[in-house]
């Protein structure tokens, strides 16, 4: 199981990005992919959640909105679109998966991905 994150970058409040995450040896009609992120100096945490049927939960309310997790089974990939991003943004965001029997409410994650770095600043 592999996990790749990209399409972070620099932006300037307001603005917006799209994440990817290409993942192999996976099934997404049978895995849930969560994207979290981790602050520098703070703990990781949830963002988003995209389950094996496509539903989604967002970890934090106040990121409904301006978040937006999607995915595109035939090319292996969830994306998270977000916009009027905010310099608290800033963070390196993982994706991962809680594995085969896992959903977007398990405690745990078996699998992540790299990470990709975020900057929110003017």
């Known amino acids: 199981v592999q996990l790749q994150a990209s399409g972070g970058g620099s932006v300037q409040p307001g603005g917006s990005l799209r994440l990817s995450c290409v993942v192999s040896g996976v099934n997404l009609d049978y895995w849930a992919i969560g994207w979290f992120r981790q602050a520098p100096g703070k703990e990781r945490e949830g963002v988003v959640c995209?389950?094996?049927?496509?539903?989604?939960?967002y970890y934090d309310d106040s990121r409904k909105g301006r978040f937006t997790i999607s995915r595109d089974v035939a090319k292996n990939t969830v994306y998270l679109q977000m916009n009027s991003l905010r310099p608290e943004d800033t963070a390196v965001y993982y994706c991962?998966?809680?594995?085969?029997?896992?959903?977007?409410?398990?405690?745990?994650?078996?699998?992540w991905g790299q990470g990709t770095l975020v900057t929110v600043s003017s």
């Open positions: 991962g998966t809680p594995g085969i029997a896992g959903t977007c409410r398990s405690p745990e994650y078996d699998y």
């Open positions: 995209i389950s094996n049927s496509g539903s989604t939960l």
